[in-house]
Nanobody
Framework: QVQLVESGGGVVQIGGSLRLSCAAS????????SGWYRQAPGTQRELVAA???????RYGDSVKGRFTISRDIVENTVYLQMNSLKPEDTAVYYC????????WGQGTQVTVSS
């Protein structure tokens, strides 16, 4: 049984940083692809970052250069380091392992305020 548990969200000021974690069980993050999505109220869920099979990474245009996806094989956890946060980054962030599957975590709220 696949379980994904996100954490690390919160309220941060413009320009601040947060690191989100996605602890996985029932699936190995070093074997399967993984991704982070976000959804703001009234919008569709959008891709933020993905770790593809083979190790290649992929980022949404709005976060390139600011966000970094990584993973810890020992902890079986996927991370999303978010720097230079903007108000438009405010959303609920979800991890998705394997990337493109129907397995999702419960989400973690990120709010960027002035």
């Amino acid at each position: 049984q696949v379980q994904l548990v996100e954490s690390g969200g919160g309220v941060v000021q413009i320009g601040g940083s947060l690191r989100l974690s996605c602890a996985a069980s029932g699936i190995r993050v070093d074997i399967f692809s993984s991704g982070w999505y976000r959804q703001a109220p009234g919008t569709q869920r959008e891709l933020v970052a993905a770790f593809q099979v083979g190790g290649n990474t992929r980022y949404g245009d709005s976060v390139k250069g600011r966000f970094t996806i990584s993973r810890d094989i020992v902890e079986n956890t996927v991370y999303l380091q978010m720097n230079s946060l903007k108000p438009e980054d405010t959303a609920v962030y979800y991890c998705n392992v394997p990337f493109g599957s129907d397995y999702w975590g419960q989400g973690t709220q990120v709010t960027v305020s002035s």
